[in-house]
T-cell receptor, first 113, second 118 residues
Framework: ETGVTQSPTHLIKTRGQQVTLRCSSQ?????VSWYQQALGQGPQFIFQ???????GRGNFPPRFSGLQFPNYSSELNVNALELDDSALYLC????????????FGPGTRLTVL | AQSVTQLDSHVSVSEGTPVLLRCNYS??????LFWYVQHPNKGLQLLLK??????LVKGINGFEAEFKKSETSFHLTKPSAHMSDAAEYFC????????????????FGQGTILTVHP
C-alpha cells in the first residue's frame, strides 16, 4: 500500500510569483485535504476535495486554489506569493465520507523571498 | 465550531518517567479526537484516535489517551518515556457529524514539544 506522497520536497520562490504543489493520495482514498503549517504553529486547514470538487474551505484567500484529478491526486496553487506564505504545506488523504482518519504526506517546504 | 487548547507548549521529562501532555477541546458536534506526532522535518503520524467507542484509547508506541466529556479533555499519557519519543505532539479535533463542509476538517492545537533527557 502506497502512502501519501508530495512533490517537490522544497521550493524557493520570490514574492509575487505563483507556485503549484502536488499530492498523490493513499491508495483507495478519494478525499484530499491541504494544510499550511507556519513555523512554530499547528497546521491550518486550507481546503478539502472530494471526488474532484472542493467541499470545505478554511480562512484562506482566493489566491489559494486547488484541483483534484480523476485518480484523486491533487494540486495546490498559490498566486501572488507573499512572504507570509512561507510554510510547510501538508497534504492528507482519507477514504471519503464516514472515514475521518487522515493520513499525511511528508510536506512541501515553501520559502518565499 | 471547534477548537483545541494544548495546555503546555513544552514538556520536559527524564527517560523512563511518565509522560502527560494535556489537551482540552471544544466542539459543537460529537467530536472525533486524535493525537498526531511530528518528528523534526517529518510529516505527521497518527498516534491514536477517539471516535465515540471506548473512552480509553490505546495507540502506537505505548501511548494512551482518555476522553473525558465532562472535562472536555483528551490528555495523552505514556508510562515510561523513551528518547525516541522526543518530538512535537498535536491534539486534533474533527467534527464527527457526517455532513456539511466542516466534515473532515481537522482543527489542530498549537502543539507541545516533548523533550526527553537521558
Amino acid at each position: 500500500e502506497t502512502g501519501v506522497t508530495q512533490s517537490p520536497t522544497h521550493l524557493i520562490k520570490t514574492r509575487g510569483q505563483q507556485v503549484t504543489l502536488r499530492c498523490s493520495s493513499q491508495s483507495g482514498h478519494n478525499t484530499v485535504s491541504w494544510y499550511q503549517q507556519a513555523l512554530g504553529q499547528g497546521p491550518q486547514f486550507i481546503f478539502q476535495y472530494y471526488r474532484e470538487e472542493e467541499n470545505g474551505r478554511g480562512n484562506f484567500p482566493p489566491r489559494f486554489s486547488g484541483l483534484q484529478f480523476p485518480n484523486y491526486s491533487s494540486e495546490l496553487n498559490v498566486n501572488a506569493l507573499e512572504l507570509d506564505d512561507s510554510a510547510l504545506y501538508l497534504c492528507a488523504s482519507r477514504g471519503g465520507q464516514g472515514h475521518n482518519e487522515q493520513f499525511f504526506g511528508p510536506g512541501t517546504r515553501l520559502t518565499v523571498l | 465550531a471547534q477548537s483545541v487548547t494544548q495546555l503546555d507548549s513544552h514538556v520536559s521529562v527524564s527517560e523512563g518517567t511518565p509522560v502527560l501532555l494535556r489537551c482540552n477541546y471544544s466542539s459543537s458536534y460529537s467530536p472525533s479526537l486524535f493525537w498526531y506526532v511530528q518528528h523534526p522535518n517529518k510529516g505527521l503520524q497518527l498516534l491514536l484516535k477517539y471516535t465515540s467507542a471506548a473512552t480509553l484509547v490505546k495507540g502506537i508506541n505505548g501511548f494512551e489517551a482518555e476522553f473525558k466529556k465532562s472535562e472536555t479533555s483528551f490528555h495523552l499519557t505514556k508510562p515510561s518515556a523513551h528518547m525516541s519519543d522526543a518530538a512535537e505532539y498535536f491534539c486534533v479535533v474533527s467534527a464527527a457529524y457526517a455532513g456539511g463542509t466542516s466534515y473532515g476538517k481537522l482543527t489542530f492545537g498549537q502543539g507541545t514539544i516533548l523533550t526527553v533527557h537521558p
